[in-house]
Nanobody, 124 residues
Framework: QLRFGESGGGLVQPGGSLRLSCAASGFSLGSYGIGWFRQAPGKEREGVACISSYNRTVAIGSVKDRFTISRDDSRNTVYLQMNNLKPEDTAVYYC??????????????????WGRGTQVTVSS
């Protein structure tokens, strides 16, 4: 069973940075595409970025120049480095996996292993 634990969120001022971690337990990340998702109050969940099992990365336009997704399979962990944070980035951030790739990651279709998420708040 896929399970993830997200960490690294917090309160940060606009323009600040955070690095989120997504640690897998009970399985090896190596064969999975891993996505980061977020859900703001009153809004639908959206895919933010994804990294495939062959290290191809994709990200939505609003974050692609500010967020970087990476993976360390030896640590069974995926990271999301977030720079130049904006108030509109405020949300609960989650990670989840699907076999091999990142197909349709924006919708989160066929992703599983959803954790409890980590809260990111960007405010002055």
């Amino acid at each position: 069973q896929l399970r993830f634990g997200e960490s690294g969120g917090g309160l940060v001022q606009p323009g600040g940075s955070l690095r989120l971690s997504c640690a897998a337990s009970g399985f090896s990340l190596g064969s999975y595409g891993i996505g980061w998702f977020r859900q703001a109050p009153g809004k639908e969940r959206e895919g933010v970025a994804c990294i495939s099992s062959y290290n191809r990365t994709v990200a939505i336009g609003s974050v692609k120049d500010r967020f970087t997704i990476s993976r360390d399979d030896s640590r069974n962990t995926v990271y999301l480095q977030m720079n130049n944070l904006k108030p509109e980035d405020t949300a609960v951030y989650y990670c989840a996996a699907r076999a091999l790739d990142c197909f349709n990651y924006v919708r989160g279709a066929d992703f599983s292993g959803w954790g409890r998420g980590t809260q990111v708040t960007v405010s002055s």
